[in-house]
């Protein structure tokens, strides 16, 4: 099967033709909740569970470690398949209690749990989360709307 405007070189629309397409008539009559529908994330590529956690640094802990704790963490945790997304960063206030944090995504509990037992994981606490903090604090949210967080 032959496309016949593969021999033709791409030409984008003019404003003319644009507004004179079946395209441009089918985005006018567009309700607003179309428009989002289309904008939004299929169900299926959801992230569900999202896990922070807070640590308190040790007093010896530099801002130069806390510049290679950041990096590690991203360059670590990041080989883990279960990993979905993954974010880490010092505080701005100098006043608050808790100065490092990572936050990660995941698909299930199952995924997390599994992710805990992963030898990087093991690796990494014990090399760059246990020598420089004292104290941390996990949370765990589930992020799909009107799912029982029991069945995770």
């Known amino acids: ?21 079946d395209a441009w008539h089918a985005f006018l009559g567009a309700t607003d909740s179309d428009l989002r529908v289309l904008s939004e994330t299929p169900i299926s590529f959801t992230l569900m569970v999202h896990h922070i956690v807070l640590y308190k640094l040790k007093p010896e802990v530099t801002p130069a470690r806390v510049e290679a704790m950041m990096m590690n963490t991203r360059m670590q945790l990041l080989k883990i398949p279960e990993v979905l997304n993954i974010k880490c960063g010092k505080r701005i206030d100098p006043e608050l209690p808790w100065p490092f944090f990572i936050a990660i995504d995941f698909e299930s509990m199952d995924k997390y749990a599994i992710f ?21 604090l996990d949370l765990d949210f589930e992020m799909d709307p009107g799912k029982d967080v029991r069945f995770s």
């Open 1 to 21: 099967m032959h496309d016949r405007n593969a021999d033709r070189p791409f030409r984008p629309y003019t404003s003319k033709e644009w507004q004179s397409s």
């Open 116 to 136: 805990r037992e992963d030898s990087i994981f093991v690796k990494f606490m014990e090399e760059v989360i246990k020598p420089n903090t004292e104290d941390s």
